[in-house]
C-alpha cells in the first residue's frame, strides 16, 4: 500500500470518529477541569481514543466480528451484535448525527425552529450520507482526501486564533474536577462510548485495506494498526485544541450551558463574522462522515451475515429509518436507548480487552463465559439506574465506582484475572508433577 493510500486510510477512521458529540464534550471537560486540564485530557485520551483503537485492532486480529465473541453461544451472540449495530444505527447515533447537524449548523441560520426545515434537511442529509454508502470504492477518496482535509483546515483556523489570545489563567477546577481531573476526565471518555462505534467501523476499515488486494492476515492487521494510529493522533489534536478551547472559555461564556455554547460562542470570539460559517462547516462534515461510516459499517456486517439480502437494502433502510426518526421520536428513542447502551457497552469492552490480551495470556471460554455474565449483570443495573429504576437509596450504590458508571468494572476484572491464576496453578501443578 502506498503511503498517500495509507494516509488516505486513516484520515477517513479519523473522520468517522469525529461526530458532533467529540466537538461538544472536550470543550465543557476543558472548562470545567481548570488548571488540571491537562490531567483531564490524558484520563479522556486513554479511554475515548485508546479503547476505540483497540477495538479496531482487535476485530483486524480476530479477522470478523463475529470471531470476537466465540465464546459466547450463537443465539446470545447475534442477539448482542443485532442489538449493537440497531442503537449505533437507526436507533441512536445515526438519527442524532442528522439532528445535531441541523440544530448547530443549520438552525442559527434560518432563524427559527421548523418541522418542515427539518424534514428537507434530514432528506439531503441522508441522501448525501446513501450515496457514499453506496460507492464504498470512493469513501477513501471523498471522505478521507477531500472531506477530512476541509475538517481539519477549520479546526487549524480554530487552533491558530487561540494562539493569538492573550495567556489566561485556568483558575481552579470546579467541583469533582478539582480533585480527581483525570478519573473524571477517563470516566468522560469512557461514557462517549465510542468503542461501540469502533467495533462497526473496523468492519469498514479491514474492507477497504483489503481492496487494494491485501488479503493475508498479517499485513490487514499491520495496515489497520497504522490507519489507526494515524487517526488516533489526529483525534488527540484535535482533542488538545478543544479542551484548552474549553480553558480558555471561562471569562468569555462564563454562563455556559454545555459544550456546544462553548463551541459555539468561542469559535465566533475567535473568527469573528466568519465563524458561525465555520462552525456550521465543522459540524455538518463531522456528522456526514460519521453517518456514513456507521451506515457502511451496518450494511457490510447484515449483508455478510445474510447473504441473501443485499448491502445496497441495508444501507436504503438504514438511511430510510435514521430520517424518520431524526424527525420523530428522538427524544423518546434517546431515553429508552440509553439505558440500553449502557448495558451492553461493558460487554464490548470486555470482549475487546479479552481479544488483546489472548495474544499474551491464556483466557479459556469458559472464564470468558462467566466474566461476560458477571460484567452483563452488574451493567444492568447501571442501565437501570441511567434509566432512574433504581433509588439514591438503593444497594447498588455501594459497590465500587458504580456512581461512576463502571460498576461492572471491579467485579469484571476480578473473574478475568481470578481465572487465569486458576488455569495458571493448574498448568504449574500438572508440570511438577511430570
Known sequence: MRRSDLLGLGLMVFAFFLGAGNLIFPPWAGQLSGEN????????????????????????????????????????????????????????????????????GILPWVGQDSQLYLAIYSLIFFAAVGWLCLNPGQLITIVGKILTPILAIVLGAICMAMIFEPPVVFGAGRGPWAEHAMLEGAIQGYLTMDTLGALAFGIV????????????????????????????????????????????????????????HILSEMVIHLLGGG???????????????????????????????????????????????????????????????????????????IIIFVEILRQKVVITSRCMRVALAVVFAFSCLDGLSAAEVLGADSFVHSIPLFDNGLGWLVPGLAVIVGGWLVRLSGALSNKENV
Not at 477495538?55 to 448482542?80: C, H, K
Open 37 to 104: 486540564l491537562w490531567l483531564s485530557l490524558a484520563g479522556f485520551l486513554a479511554t475515548d481514543v485508546g479503547l476505540s483503537l483497540l477495538a479496531i485492532i482487535a476485530i483486524a486480529m480476530a479477522g470478523s466480528v463475529e470471531n470476537l465473541t466465540r465464546d459466547i453461544p450463537a443465539p446470545l451472540a447475534l442477539t448482542f451484535w443485532v442489538t449493537a449495530f440497531i442503537i449505533i444505527g437507526p436507533a441512536f447515533a445515526v438519527p442524532r448525527t442528522s439532528v445535531v447537524a441541523y440544530e448547530v
Open 205 to 260: 476499515i479491514a474492507a477497504s485495506v483489503r481492496r487494494f488486494n491485501i488479503t493475508d492476515k498479517k499485513s490487514v492487521v499491520k495496515y489497520t494498526i497504522q490507519a489507526s494510529l494515524i487517526a488516533g493522533l489526529g483525534l488527540s489534536l484535535v482533542y488538545l485544541g478543544l479542551f484548552y478551547l474549553g480553558g480558555i472559555s471561562r471569562d468569555i461564556v462564563p454562563d455556559a450551558r454545555n459544550g456546544g
Open 275 to 349: 465563524g458561525q460559517f465555520a462552525l456550521s462547516a465543522v459540524i455538518t462534515l463531522a456528522c456526514i462522515t460519521t453517518a456514513v461510516g456507521v451506515t457502511t459499517s451496518f450494511g457490510d456486517h447484515f449483508h455478510h451475515r445474510w447473504p441473501n439480502v443485499g448491502y445496497r437494502f441495508w444501507v436504503v433502510l438504514v438511511s430510510l429509518l435514521s430520517m424518520l426518526v431524526a424527525n420523530a421520536g428522538l427524544n423518546t428513542l434517546l431515553k429508552v436507548s440509553i439505558p440500553v447502551v449502557v448495558a451492553i457497552y461493558p460487554v464490548a469492552i
